[in-house]
């Protein structure tokens, strides 16, 4: 089974993220901010990271620059979900798999994840 982890500080915007995702068949992890998420991953490989950027604690930038220290294969699976896409840099747009703007449309969000996992080569 296909295994994402879905890191957001907002509450209600995690949980709906994971409702449909689940409705899709994944298996579904959460994490509350960065530094929980980073302690998850240092546990378990999860096929794909739906990220939020602006978090408290350990922020979105660190996810991506500890995967890039220590799961470099994970980068290219993380989607990144952010009302901040002006602090996205052409390089970490380059690193990471995919994007979806926040507000999103749920069809768009479906979508992005598995546009990122067939490009992973981890579809089902």
């Known amino acids: 089974m296909t295994t994402i982890l879905i890191v957001d500080d907002?509450?209600?915007?995690?949980?709906?993220?994971?409702?449909?995702?689940?409705?899709?068949?994944?298996?579904?992890?959460?994490?509350?901010?960065g530094l929980e998420a980073m302690e998850k991953l240092n546990l378990r490989t999860f096929d794909a990271i739906v990220l939020d950027l602006m978090m408290p604690r350990a922020n979105g930038f660190e996810?991506?620059?500890?995967?890039?220290?220590?799961?470099?294969?994970?980068?290219?699976?993380?989607?990144?979900?952010?009302?901040?896409?002006?602090?996205?840099?052409?390089?970490?747009?380059?690193?990471?798999?995919?994007?979806v703007a926040k507000p999103f449309e749920i069809d768009n969000l479906l979508q992005t994840v598995r546009t990122c996992l067939e490009r992973a080569g981890l579809t089902e």
């Open 10 to 33: 907002n509450e209600p915007i995690r949980r709906l993220v994971s409702k449909i995702l689940r409705r899709e068949g994944y298996e579904i992890e959460e994490a509350f901010d």
């Open 63 to 99: 996810v991506i620059a500890y995967l890039r220290q220590q799961k470099p294969e994970v980068l290219k699976r993380v989607v990144v979900m952010t009302a901040a896409m002006s602090q996205l840099s052409s390089d970490e747009l380059r690193e990471i798999g995919q994007v």
